[in-house]
């Protein structure tokens, strides 16, 4: 690794987020979350964690600086990062409307998932990997009071977020309203629901999923603005 400039560190901070720990470094490299940088201390004990971490950086073409212990402290603001960190980028977040535009361009039937209030962001990354597996186009959050494309969640998604992607809502409800005009059925998911969510009909017409928060569920005008409401048994 290449000694790094001191001056690039509180730039990078200001930007970007760092993975501390070698086994999050090599498990977030394992699930491709993109890397800008990998910081490695010098003189570490290089394990497997690190020679796999150095390996697969390397092999992605994502930089390596060899920094003092001292700057690595202050780069993940003393978290315990065992002598390296990733850096990755800010998430470019698409367009509402580009998710619609992925599926119709595929010649696709659109199924879109559009989150209230999730605010976990391992919650948010689980939801993206299985909606990957389920052959979803995208992932709608709102802009506010909801979890972002955190490393955490890049992890949690074990790697389907480079392969699906995330829009963001200025208005949740308005985005909603504006798939519903564009022919899509607005389901949402409630314990309130009107139905099981076994007798739902019109499940492969175009879709979009809505699924509420951890502690409350649906917020109330979005609830009204869905089609119907159904349920899941438990």
Known sequence: ??????VAYKANRQISELIAGRNSVVEALRADVPGTTL?????IDADDRVRESVALANHRGIPMLEVTRQEVDRLTDGAIHQGIALQIPPYKYAHPDDLLTRALDAGQTPLLVALDGVTDPRNLGAVIRSAAAFGAHGVVVPERRSAGMTAGAWKTSAGAAARLPVAQATNLTRALEAYRKQGLLV????????????????????????VGSEDKGLARLVEQTCDLTVRIPI
Request: hydrophobic share 45%.
């Open 1 to 6: 690794p290449r000694s790094a400039p001191k």
């Open 39 to 43: 910081y490695v201390a010098q003189g």
């Open 187 to 210: 389901v949402g998911l409630s314990a309130r629901g009107t139905m099981d969510l076994s007798d739902l009909e019109g499940a492969a017409d175009p879709l979009v999923l809505v």
